[in-house]
DNA sequence: CGCAGGCCCTGGTAGC
DNA sequence: TGCTACCAGGGCCTGC
């Protein structure tokens, strides 16, 4: 499940490749995959036909491709998008949703997707910031990160702490996975009002968030499966350095207490009951 | 504006 | 073996 970690192990396995090429044929196989593109498919391939990629910048859990002329390929990858550089006379596999072709001699790109949640646009004007993605907050690697505004923005949610830090107009780049680990290392429960706890710990919070996907990233992004692969078709290999997710029943690596799985808002959320106090237990 | 819940989607797997 | 039910979950949308 591509996160901050993984898009930006993406963003970066891409840069060498695309930037300076040609986009020479685009060809959408799955209409979903442009459905965000408000003017139809034909027209995103029409866009995108012919263009130079001059750069390749990210925010949070998206990624977009800097176009001459101003504009930008907007870029989701969902939960099981992948971008994959292949060689020409590879064919595309099941679930290739988007070709990007190029006249020179150098590997095509493939945007592949089995669930069909990612998905790519044209933006007009887009270059430095695409327009669909205004409202999405800066990520903690972005040079504006502003930690006290963000902090203040945290506590002024009366939703339970994890909603918040997975709120991308709130904070961005933070999934699932990271939300748990970040939760576990600072020993808050996910179910905290965010407005309920001190400033210091949900300054806390966002540099544990922080820290573990700059170690994530390091790591080359987490693997559960082949879901996640980066450019080149390779796994990360940060799941060895998860603490909390997908370990219930294990035990806690600080404490060793028993890992314990919840229903959270219609996922799961993995945490250690004794060094993440619930809301009830907590005073 | 904040908040909560529903929906989109596919492949793998558990259970009968 | 073949069926059904459920699970993974990011972000947009709706209704309050």
């Not at 391939?45 to 002329?69: H, M, P």
């Not at 969902?78 to 590879?90: D, T």
């Not at 004007?125 to 945290?154: K, M, N």
């Not at 600072?186 to 009002?193: E, G, N, V």
């Amino acid at each position: 499940m591509p996160e901050l970690p993984e898009v930006e192990t993406i963003a970066a396995g891409l840069r060498p490749w695309v930037v300076g090429r040609q986009i020479a044929t685009v060809r959408v196989l799955h209409p979903r995959a442009v459905r965000r593109h408000g003017s139809g498919q034909s027209d995103f391939e029409a866009q995108l036909t012919g263009r130079l990629v001059e750069g390749v910048r990210r925010r949070g859990k998206y990624l977009w491709f800097q176009l001459d002329g101003g504009d930008a390929a907007l870029i989701h990858l969902g939960m099981s998008g992948q971008m994959l550089l292949r060689a020409a006379y590879v064919r595309p596999g099941p679930h290739v949703r988007i070709q990007l072709d190029y006249a020179d001699s150098g590997p095509h790109l493939h945007f592949v997707d089995q669930r069909t949640f990612g998905h790519m646009l044209v933006s007009r004007g887009g270059y430095e910031l695409p327009a669909p993605i205004q409202h999405i907050a800066v990520d903690p690697f972005d040079e504006s990160f502003d930690v006290d505004a963000t902090v203040a923005r945290v506590r002024r949610r009366s939703s339970e702490v994890k909603r918040v830090l997975l709120d991308q107009t709130v904070v961005s780049g933070i999934g699932n996975i990271y939300a748990d680990e970040a939760l576990w290392r600072a020993r808050i429960h996910f179910a905290r009002p965010a407005n309920r706890l001190p400033r210091a710990r949900v300054r806390d919070l966002l540099y544990e968030a922080t820290t573990v996907m700059a170690e994530a990233v390091r790591a080359g992004g987490t693997s559960f499966d082949d879901l996640y692969v980066d450019v080149n078709g390779r796994s990360g290999y940060f799941e060895r350095g998860l603490n909390v997710y997908g370990r219930e029943g294990r035990p806690c690596p600080r404490c060793g207490a028993t890992i314990r799985r919840a229903r959270f808002t219609n996922r799961s959320s993995f945490f250690c009951p004794r060094c993440q106090r619930s809301p009830r237990q907590a005073h």
